[in-house]
C-alpha cells in the first residue's frame, strides 16, 4: 500500500465555464449570474445598444447643428475600440465566463466579442480597473456632453434649423429616460450579482465572492496570490 499522497489537481476550466456543472443545487443560485439566461441577456443586449445608438444619434444631430464633427468620430472610434479589444483585455479576460469554448464571448453582457487575449483568472489589476474606468466612461458619460452643447447651440441659435433643434430635443429627452432606466438596470440586477467581481463597479458582497471562490479552486489561488483574504 502506497504511502504517497495524491496531490489534488484542478481543471482549467471553472464551474461556469463547466458545462456539466450541477447549478440546480447550487446555494449561490439567484446570488450571482452563473449562467446565460437568454431572457436577462437578450434584455441587456438591447438596452446597451439602444444607448449606443441614440449616443450616436445626438452626436450626429449636434454635428449638422454645430457644423462640428469631432465629437461623433472621437465617440464612434473609442466606441468600436473599448467593446472589441480594451474591455475584452482589461476586463472580462478576468471573467469566468471569458474561459468558455469559443472564440467569442459567451456570457450575458458582451456576448459576440472577439477573444483575442488569454483568459486571467486573478482580479485586474489597478492601472486595468483606472484605465476602464476612463473609457468606460467616456463611451457612457461623453454623449451627455452632445446632449448640453446641442441644446444649449441651438438656445443661442433657434432661427438655425427648426427641425434639428426639435430633433436633437426629442432624441436628448429619450436618451436621458433611457440612460436612467438602464442604469437601474445594470445597478439593480448586473452589478450586484456580476461574477467579474475586480470591476471597479461590482457589487456583490464579499461572504459571496468567498463562497464562489471555494467553488473553484483555480480562480481561489489565483485571487489569494493577488492578496485577497478569505476572512
Not at 454645430?66 to 468600436?80: A, D, E, N, T
Not at 450586484?192 to 475586480?198: A, D, P, V
Request: glycine residues 8%.
Amino acid at each position: 500500500m502506497s504511502n504517497n499522497k495524491e496531490i489534488p489537481t484542478f481543471s482549467l476550466e471553472n464551474c461556469i465555464a463547466d458545462e456539466k456543472s450541477n447549478c440546480i443545487e447550487c446555494e449561490l443560485g439567484g446570488e450571482l449570474i452563473c449562467f446565460v439566461n437568454k431572457s436577462f441577456a437578450n434584455k441587456f443586449t438591447l438596452g446597451n445598444i439602444l444607448y449606443r445608438i441614440f449616443a450616436l444619434i445626438i452626436l450626429i444631430f449636434s454635428g449638422l447643428l454645430i457644423g462640428q464633427w469631432w465629437m461623433l468620430i472621437s465617440y464612434g472610434i473609442v466606441l468600436l475600440l473599448t467593446f472589441t479589444i480594451i474591455e475584452p483585455r482589461l476586463l472580462c479576460s478576468h471573467c469566468p465566463f471569458y474561459e468558455k469554448e469559443g472564440r467569442f464571448l459567451k456570457c450575458w453582457a458582451l456576448r459576440g466579442m472577439p477573444k483575442l487575449w488569454q483568459y486571467r483568472p486573478g482580479p485586474i489589476s489597478r492601472t486595468e480597473r483606472y484605465l476602464m474606468l476612463i473609457f468606460g466612461s467616456f463611451i457612457d458619460l461623453f454623449p451627455f456632453v452632445g446632449v448640453i452643447w446641442g441644446i444649449i447651440y441651438y438656445a443661442f441659435n433657434p432661427t438655425n434649423n427648426l427641425v434639428l433643434g426639435i430633433g436633437i430635443i426629442i432624441s436628448s429627452s429619450l436618451f436621458i429616460i433611457l440612460a436612467i432606466y438602464f442604469g437601474k438596470i445594470i445597478m439593480g440586477s448586473c452589478c450586484t450579482r456580476c461574477t467579474n467581481f475586480s470591476c471597479a463597479m461590482n457589487k456583490v458582497p464579499k461572504k459571496i465572492i468567498n463562497k464562489f471562490l471555494e467553488k473553484n479552486q483555480q480562480i481561489k489561488e489565483a485571487w489569494i496570490n493577488a492578496g485577497w483574504s478569505m476572512e
